[in-house]
């Protein structure tokens, strides 16, 4: 052991850093009743340290604090993150607390609405992929209630893949949602809801090096949501689904169109207890459409701002959003930034 114990430790790398990371929400959707008219706003600040060893393995900790502007609390919510990650060039695996941007970015607010980012950023569970950015393949588990008297079981299992040669690709994302019954069980409680959803995609993506980037591409959106304790009730709602993207110097559109069956049929009684995605989708047609600018893009400060429009029902709904990061620390795979854009002169 006195042997081995130098050459160990000398093979550690120790890491560490510490992330700002602001958002403004403004929705405007007084003319909708799937969505409430609100103003969000947060700050958080995570310190996050950990160590690598053998150049595959690390362990990670650390903390996530949200202050919310205007609050009497110094400190609104505390999250730990702690986690464990196995990475090779063509294998990927975190179990643990972990942020989801990092694992889930390739889904949509049809999964996951935009206030699930501000204020509950780390999934629970295990993450593990195969592959790389042009094709792979991944498999999910995030824990989101842990059974007591007060607070019911509740879960997603996700699966999610791209397939690409040349500009051509093929993607798909997937998760059920399952919430069940308290423990000890709640009496007059049959326990069981699940709401899982399927996209499947064809398309085309391209990109050069003079900083363009496009996206075209159309596919399906399935679903099956069941209440054992309604009369075993279900629903199957099928729909088409839309992508169109492009972005020009850090200038850029994303639009997601939804025409189809209306979804989250339960939603009137169990809301966010059953459904994490936009409740726009409760419509038969639903369009979101983001247009953005990055007023900075290094890799180690960010700052973008949003003006959505939402089309639902023949209502034209408007949205602004601005989120600004900060990052100081040695951590090797700090994502790379765009670029410089003339306008980011005037931080100068």
């Known amino acids: 052991m006195l042997v081995f114990i130098p050459g160990m430790l000398s093979a550690q790398e120790y890491q560490w850093k510490a992330n700002f990371d602001y958002f403004f929400d403004n929705n405007e959707y007084k003319k909708t009743p799937f969505a ?18 053998d150049t595959l393995h690390s362990l990670y900790g650390g903390a996530n604090l949200l202050v919310l502007p205007g609050s009497k609390d110094a400190v609104d919510k505390v999250d730990v993150t702690l986690f464990y990650q196995y990475k090779t060039p063509k294998v990927f695996f975190r179990a643990g607390s972990f942020p989801r941007k990092d694992v889930l970015y390739n889904y949509n607010n049809f999964f996951f609405t935009d206030s699930i980012a501000n204020f509950d950023p780390l999934m629970q569970g295990v993450f593990w ?7 792979f393949f991944n498999m999910w588990m995030d824990w989101t209630g842990y059974a007591d008297p007060t607070t019911r079981e509740s879960f997603f299992v996700g699966l999610s893949g791209k397939a690409s040669k040349g500009i051509l690709f093929s993607d798909f994302q997937s998760y059920m949602y399952h919430n069940s019954n308290t423990r000890p069980a709640t009496i007059g409680d049959m326990g069981v809801r699940e709401n899982i959803q399927l996209q499947a995609s064809l398309g085309l993506e391209y990109e050069n090096i003079k900083g363009f980037e496009g996206l075209l591409s159309a596919g399906t959106l399935l679903g099956y949501e069941r209440d054992r304790m309604n009369g075993d009730a279900f629903y199957k709602p099928v729909g088409f689904t839309a992508r169109a993207n492009a ?14 069956d209306p979804r989250m049929r339960l939603f009137d009684f169990y809301r966010s207890d059953l459904y994490w995605g936009t409740p726009f989708l409760r419509s038969n047609s639903y369009l979101k459409s983001e247009w953005y600018i990055r007023l900075l893009d290094s890799d180690r400060a960010k700052a973008q701002f949003n003006f959505n429009l939402h089309f639902s029902e023949g209502n034209v709904l ?16 700090q994502r790379i930034g765009k670029g410089r854009f003339p306008w980011m002169r005037i931080f100068q």
């Open 36 to 53: 409430e008219s609100q103003t969000m706003q947060g700050i958080w600040i995570s310190p996050l340290g950990g160590v690598t060893w």
């Open 247 to 260: 972005e020009y110097w850090g200038i850029g559109t994303q639009n997601t169109l939804y025409v189809g």
């Open 129 to 135: 992929q195969i592959g790389n950015n042009d094709a």
């Open 318 to 333: 408007l949205q602004q959003m601005l989120t600004v990061s900060a990052t100081i620390g040695n951590f090797s795979d």
